[in-house]
């Protein structure tokens, strides 16, 4: 869609729209691991992370048990890179860009938790002993330097009804992993078979 003149183009122009922040959305910012907000992230099974890279900025799931996320200093937190599909998304941008943000979400928890900071990629061993899960190392840790921490409000979640039961839909009304791997890979992979082989696979090679 092509811009037109009701599009949003200079600062002036959008707050003229929406206004300042008050008080509450600006008291609440701290630029390290406040002890008020350590509960958060030891809490947290779940975390999204972004970064941007030479293709532009990129949002990545990052899960496991609570406080997996851990809280090295007030200002340093580490992130062990798990196994996964080994496209490297992220850590690849972490290379071009060092300016990383996490999106911290706690089931039940309307409200979420946001960290800015910059972040390096590490293979220490001691780091990767501290990361272990049940003996198995992750291949590398992003030690993340916190620059900014302050929670997000529980309007979004609470819009979403994201920790509803009810809103939870059933898996089959979406399309599966193996159909869309199937279709767009012009039909080189048997979309069928992956599906069928999915959930053992993914519980094989979780770590």
Known sequence: MSNDDHDITDLDALRA????????SLAKESDHVHPLYAPYIEAAPFAVL?????????????????????IADPKTLLLPDRRGNKRVDSLCNVLHDPD????????????????????????????????????????SVLVIEVALVFFQCARAVKRAGLWDAASQIDRGQLPSPGLILQTLSAEGI?????DAELQERQRRTMY
């Open 17 to 24: 729209l929406y206004g300042w922040p008050g008080e509450t």
């Open 50 to 70: 972004a970064t941007h890279g030479p293709r532009g900025l990129d949002v990545s799931p990052r899960g496991d048990g609570p406080g997996f996320v851990q």
């Open 100 to 139: 990383v943000a996490l999106l911290f979400l706690i089931p039940g928890v309307p409200e979420a938790l946001r960290v800015n900071g910059r972040a390096r990629i590490s293979t220490a061993p001691a780091l990767l002993e501290r990361c272990a899960h049940e003996g198995i190392l992750p291949l």
């Open 190 to 194: 048997d979309g069928v078979v992956y």
